[in-house]
């Protein structure tokens, strides 16, 4: 079985943390949309294993209309797929949009919803506010989009536990099946970044960062959410098939400019320029850049995907001593003989997949 990623890399408007590949150039995405068909059409079927799951992520995949949608969906042919996966931006939901994306194939929603808290979503320059994101999630419901999972975001500037906690509590309300939640990160060149730098702005403290984490993590796991990757959490039997794929080896299909593919340890990617994109579709020298994964890169990948995860790794696949980290409380033995990191671990997790890799 194999996943579909499709990557829509256009936004109405850039918030001021990200630094993905993405643009506003929206009147480029008719030319896209056709470039992305030209590419399914020609790879859709590298991997030879029937396509189980598809992703179309962004960007802002809701920046397109249902027909686009339509036609990417239906080059891919997804009649046979589990988990057919689409991002909105709350600012994009109306009942029309939702119903016609359901009816078009999409079986699962990835809202960016970030906060409920006004202040803080103009604060890091999203562009929807509380009440579209909790109506968006709302009119998704009522389309029968029975599969969301919401996006939040901790460690906000001048964000308080209160506020963090009335976050999580609101999205719990809302009854959504998966939560996917990242601290914010200062990645360099960003506005928000910049603001940091000259003092407009303060970043929060490590330590509330880190109990931050822990209270979400106690929240929705007191709520049935089961924590199976480090970022990651789902309702049982709602776990991300498609996400999943990326940690457990699954080869998938990388459709677009920027997106990375991997089939039979060998992974590649799309230039992410629009232009060499669009180009090298249109008239067939897109020139995809690749690397084949050694033994030992294939070794440090299994530590660095499992350790994510709530499954761990097996103690027989470390091929460097563990003991101090064990001593230190940062990883644990389980029952089945499998290394997986402690929530005080989580917090460190980068040092303790840096310690585990190979050099
Ligand atoms: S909507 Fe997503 S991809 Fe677009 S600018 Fe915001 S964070 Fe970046």
Redesign the pocket.
Known sequence: MAGIYVHI?F?????L????F?TTLLERREEYVNALLQEIKARKNETGEPIRTVYIG???PSTLDVNAIRRILQAIGTEEAEEVTM?L?PGDATETYLHEIREAGINRLSI?IQSFDDELLRLI???HNARQAIEAVQMAQQAGLDNLSIDLMYALPTQSMEQWKADIDQALRLGVQHISSYGLMYEEGTALTQQLEQGQIEAIDEEVENAMYDTLCEQLQQAGFVHYEVSNFALPGYEAKHNSSYWNGTPYIGIGAGAHSYVRNVRSWNPDNLDTYIRGIKDGTLVRESETLTEKDLYNERIMLGLRTCQGVPCELIQKETDTLLEAGLIRKTETNRIVATQEGLHLLNRIIEALMVD
């Open positions: 890399p936004c109405k408007k850039r918030c943390y990200c630094d993905f993405s962004g960007g802002t991002e931006n960016g320059g999203r562009r």
